[in-house]
């Protein structure tokens, strides 16, 4: 590319500020104020002139200095050799990853904030991970993740509310439900296409969440369900003073008692889930089934072909996929203590869906960035929490902008002709 | 039997504002292949221009309500198209040709920019107007309940059939339409011949921006409030009456919103009202496992 014609650079600007201003004008330019007497007008024009002047002289900028050519094609080639790394590095990397985790409570500047969120975003690793069995893996677009998630937690709240039934007895009852929702849903609907499949998920988690909304006797309606036993360690509950008859954690290993105790043991509790999905996962790719998945992505028609049945293949991955979302709702449910429908609503599943996407489908490490990445930025955004969810949307926009293909691009098989497995 | 007719008459006009919202999706579907998630807040942003045109006009006093309508008609047309025009370029253009759901997640990102823009910009409280068009017929009465077709719902249904019959006719007969048919059944050899693909795609989405526009407007004037939130909800349903008429399909996006419209309103009438979403889902569920393709959609043919 040769130098660019001030003219031309000019002429763009003019334009894209042009644009800026009709689309400043109405919604940025006039604002709607509530009044006594109905609704009335207030003026913002100064804003709509700094917008529109931000507009054309950061396209004049941009333009005149070629920049965009050079600095795109920077930013690709780290993200290039993110997705390059040989397989040793990859899992040095991954291993590095882990056993940071595993350290991270231990850290002098690990305080409850730290853990808390940390226990937030590996919640969302472990969501990334159940939907990439289905999103990277099978090839399925699913738009209602967040339907098993939601019966996940009230299988959990429910069962321990009315039967008192312990978290571990719960966590494979939660983890089955969810699975055998997902069954439910799966049976009739897998035929469809992919984008039909997309739509009917997306109803389905708009059903659920709808349901729980009202049916208040089952589900607490919009109140939601609160007090919602906590984990205990093996028996041992995480209290200051046991209950007749019982030890409490701190007693059993002879420590001072700390509210900080729980939340290492929930950390370490996910932890442990979200490995085990990932464990799974990557056992499963090794097993005719996973590959069966991944064969079916790439072709179906070849799959048909060689006997596959698809329908059977692609219910196996809904239904693994939709348990590991159960297992996490009961995990969170625990962890909260309280659950409402709010928080099972389709952002959720955009959020999950973004994460799997972002992190480049069907990678494990991608997921683990792209999960900290979109907890995280909200996170320190929240001094401008007016400004968060705008900003959160600009940048699901910019990273896909991007690299299309996800921050570690991953979509080889894991088995080929004549090549390493 | 009045209260049926009474019915069928709100369900009609609902099903209107959905199958116009539901054509823009169907015509972006069909052309690039791909779910536009921020539609629905395109329609949002549709209404939220009406209403505040409406305030800006207020203190003129037209004196005919029709004339403030066809100037709010004309603003609103404009502006929500230069959002249409804007989203295409900027988020989904770059993304062509990049695989499947890249531009869905793009299309996410852009309705959850656009919702909190609006939320940040006009802040979360309702806004309700005063209605713009009073009264109507009454059709039959039964001891006290009035069967009543209002003239805002005349008006609502005949520009519809209006306006489906305008876009008929353009996808059909003029050289635009042509073009867009072109490149819905093979954009490269479109190309080759000459169409321009990406002007083509560019118009497709302002014209689903100003049909949703129009959508908007009615909207405004039909429940005469508007909040941020109201493109989620409208913008699901629309997409479901898109696939339920099988996607791709124009008469089919408006057949799947008039029968959207329909299931909602007799749901509201006899079963618990807060189930109609359910219903509309599951109405959903059990036409597609009998007819996979929706309604009107033809049953496309997989090749190796």
Same mark, same amino acid.
């Given at each position: 590319?040769?130098?660019v014609?001030?003219?031309?650079?000019?002429r763009?600007?003019?334009?894209?500020?042009l644009?800026?201003?009709?689309?400043?004008?109405?919604?940025?330019?006039f604002?709607?104020?509530?009044?006594?007497?109905?609704?009335?007008?207030?003026?913002?024009?100064d804003w709509?002139?700094w917008?529109?002047?931000?507009?054309?002289f950061?396209?004049?900028?941009?333009?005149?200095?070629?920049?965009?050519?050079?600095?795109?094609?920077?930013?690709?080639?780290?993200?290039?050799a993110?997705?390059?790394l040989?397989?040793?590095l990859?899992?040095?990397?991954?291993?590095?990853?882990?056993?940071?985790?595993?350290?991270l409570?231990?850290v002098p500047f690990?305080?409850r904030?730290v853990?808390?969120?940390?226990?937030?975003?590996l919640?969302?690793?472990m969501?990334?991970?159940?939907?990439?069995?289905?999103?990277?893996?099978?090839?399925l677009?699913?738009?209602g993740?967040?339907?098993?998630?939601?019966?996940?937690?009230?299988?959990?709240a429910?069962?321990?509310?009315?039967?008192?039934?312990?978290?571990?007895l719960?966590l494979?009852?939660?983890?089955?439900?969810?699975?055998?929702?997902?069954?439910?849903?799966?049976?009739?609907?897998?035929?469809?296409?992919?984008?039909?499949l997309?739509?009917?998920?997306?109803?389905?988690?708009?059903?659920?969440?709808?349901?729980l909304?009202n049916?208040?006797?089952?589900?607490?309606?919009?109140?939601?369900?609160?007090?919602?036993?906590r984990?205990?360690?093996?028996?041992f509950?995480?209290a200051?003073?046991?209950?007749?008859?019982?030890t409490?954690?701190?007693?059993l290993?002879?420590?001072?008692?700390?509210?900080?105790?729980?939340?290492?043991f929930?950390?370490?509790?996910?932890?442990?889930?979200?490995?085990?999905?990932n464990?799974?996962?990557?056992?499963?790719?090794?097993?005719?089934l996973?590959?069966?998945?991944?064969?079916?992505?790439?072709?179906?028609?070849?799959?048909r072909a060689?006997?596959?049945?698809?329908?059977?293949?692609?219910?196996?991955?809904?239904?693994?996929g939709?348990m590991?979302?159960?297992?996490?709702?009961?995990?969170?449910?625990?962890?909260?203590?309280?659950?409402?429908?709010?928080?099972?609503?389709?952002?959720e599943?955009?959020?999950?869906?973004?994460?799997?996407?972002?992190?480049?489908?069907?990678?494990?490490i991608?997921?683990?960035?792209?999960?900290?990445?979109?907890?995280?930025?909200?996170e320190?955004l929240?001094?401008?929490?007016?400004y968060?969810?705008?900003?959160?949307?600009?940048?699901?926009?910019?990273?896909?902008?991007?690299?299309?293909?996800?921050?570690?691009?991953h979509?080889?098989p894991?088995?080929?002709?004549?090549?390493?497995? | 039997?009045?209260?049926?007719?009474?019915?069928l008459?709100?369900?009609?006009?609902?099903g209107a504002?959905?199958?116009?919202?539901?054509?823009?999706?169907?015509?972006?579907?069909?052309?690039?292949?791909?779910?536009?998630?921020?539609?629905?807040?395109?329609?949002?942003i549709g209404?939220?221009?009406?209403?505040?045109?409406f305030?800006?006009?207020?203190?003129?006093?037209?004196?005919?309500?029709i004339?403030?309508?066809i100037i709010?008609?004309?603003?609103?047309?404009?502006?929500?198209?230069?959002?249409?025009?804007?989203?295409?370029?900027?988020?989904?253009r770059p993304?062509?040709g990049?695989?499947?759901?890249?531009?869905?997640?793009?299309?996410?990102?852009?309705?959850?920019?656009?919702?909190?823009y609006?939320?940040?910009?006009?802040?979360a409280?309702?806004?309700?107007?005063?209605?713009v068009?009073?009264?109507?017929?009454?059709?039959?009465?039964?001891?006290?309940?009035?069967v009543?077709i209002?003239y805002?719902?005349?008006?609502?249904?005949?520009?519809t059939?209006?306006?489906?019959?305008?876009?008929?006719?353009?996808?059909?007969?003029t050289?635009?339409g042509?073009?867009?048919r072109?490149?819905?059944?093979?954009?490269?050899?479109a190309?080759?011949?000459?169409?321009? $693909? &990406?002007r083509t %795609?560019s118009?497709?989405?302002?014209?689903? /921006?100003?049909? +949703? =526009? !129009?959508a #908007?407007? *009615?909207?405004?004037?039909?429940?005469?409030a $508007? &909040?941020f939130f %109201?493109?989620?909800?409208?913008?699901l349903? /629309?997409?479901? +009456? =898109? !696939?339920? #008429?099988? *996607?791709?399909?124009?008469?089919?996006a408006?057949?799947?919103?008039?029968?959207?419209?329909?299931?909602e309103?007799?749901?509201?009438?006899?079963?618990?009202?807060a189930?109609?979403?359910?219903?509309?889902?599951?109405?959903?569920?059990?036409?597609?496992?009998?007819?996979p393709?929706?309604l009107?959609?033809?049953?496309?043919?997989?090749k190796?």
């Open positions: 590319m040769g130098q014609k001030p003219a031309e650079a000019f763009e600007a003019a334009l894209a500020a644009i800026a201003l009709l689309l400043a004008i109405p919604l940025v330019g604002r709607l104020v509530d009044g006594l007497r109905g609704l009335s007008i207030e003026t913002r024009f709509v002139a917008g529109v002047s931000a507009v054309f950061g396209r004049l900028a941009i333009a005149l200095s070629g920049t965009r050519r050079r600095l795109l094609p920077d930013l690709k080639s780290v993200g290039a993110l997705s390059n040989p397989g040793g990859s899992r040095f990397a991954g291993g590095a990853m882990l056993v940071g985790a595993l350290l409570p231990l690990a305080d904030y853990v808390e969120i940390a226990i937030t975003v919640i969302y690793v969501l990334g991970w159940g939907l990439n069995i289905v999103v990277g893996l099978a090839g677009l699913d738009l993740y967040v339907a098993f998630y939601a019966v996940g937690a009230y299988s959990y429910l069962l321990s509310i009315n039967f008192g039934w312990s978290f571990w719960c494979p009852v939660a983890g089955l439900l969810a699975a055998a929702f997902g069954v439910m849903l799966g049976f009739p609907v897998l035929r469809l296409r992919g984008d039909y997309a739509i009917v998920t997306l109803g389905f988690g708009e059903m659920i969440r709808i349901i909304l049916w208040k006797d089952f589900s607490g309606g919009p109140n939601g369900i609160s007090s919602i036993p984990p205990d360690f093996f028996g509950p995480f200051r003073t046991a209950e007749d008859g019982q409490t954690f701190h007693q290993f002879g420590l001072e008692f700390s509210p900080m105790h729980r939340i290492v929930l950390y370490y509790l996910i932890l442990i889930l979200a490995m085990l999905t464990l799974f996962t990557l056992r499963m790719r090794r097993l005719p996973g590959r069966a998945w991944e064969a079916l992505r790439e072709d179906e028609i070849a799959c060689l006997g596959i049945n698809p329908t059977m293949i692609k219910l196996s991955a809904f239904a693994l939709a590991f979302g159960g297992f996490a709702g009961a995990f969170f449910a625990t962890r909260q203590g309280f659950i409402s429908p709010e928080s099972f609503s389709f952002i599943s955009a959020v999950i869906l973004a994460i799997v996407v972002l992190g480049g489908m069907g990678s494990q991608g997921v683990v960035i792209a999960a900290a990445f979109l907890i995280l930025v909200p320190f929240r001094d401008f929490s007016q968060r969810m705008v900003l959160f949307g600009m940048a699901m926009v910019l990273i896909m902008l991007w690299r299309p293909q996800g921050l570690v691009a979509r080889s894991s088995a080929r002709l004549g090549g390493r497995a | 039997m009045e209260y049926l007719v009474q019915q008459i709100n369900g009609l006009t609902l504002i959905y199958g116009l919202i539901a054509i823009g999706y169907t015509m972006v579907y069909g052309i690039i292949g791909m779910i536009n998630f921020a539609h629905g807040e395109v329609y949002m209404a939220f221009i009406s209403i505040i045109a305030t800006i006009l207020g203190p003129f006093g037209f004196a005919s309500p004339v403030a309508i709010v008609l004309a603003v609103a047309l404009i502006f929500t198209s230069v959002y249409g025009w804007a989203i295409e370029r900027i988020a989904y993304l062509r990049s695989f499947r759901l890249a531009p869905l997640i793009s299309a996410i990102g852009v309705s959850i920019f656009l919702q909190n609006v939320h940040m910009l006009q802040g409280k309702m806004k309700p107007i005063q209605p068009v009073r009264g109507g017929f009454v059709l039959a009465q039964e001891g006290t309940f009035v009543q209002t805002l719902q005349i008006g609502i249904i005949v520009a059939v209006a306006l489906m019959a305008g876009f008929t006719y353009l996808i059909q007969r050289s635009l042509r073009a867009q072109a490149c819905e059944q093979d954009r490269k050899m190309a080759l011949l000459g169409v321009d $693909v &990406d %795609i118009l497709t989405f302002v014209m689903g /921006a100003a049909l +949703a =526009a !129009v #908007g407007l *009615i909207f405004t004037l039909y429940y005469g $508007v &909040d %109201i493109g989620f909800l409208a913008g349903k /629309a997409f479901t +009456a =898109a !696939v339920l #008429g099988g *996607i791709g399909s124009l008469p089919g408006m057949l799947g919103g008039l029968l959207i419209g329909l299931i309103a007799f749901w509201s009438a006899y079963f618990p009202i189930y109609k979403d359910v219903a509309v889902f599951g109405i959903l569920v059990v036409v597609l496992i009998f007819r393709t929706g009107l959609g033809r049953p496309d043919i997989e190796v």
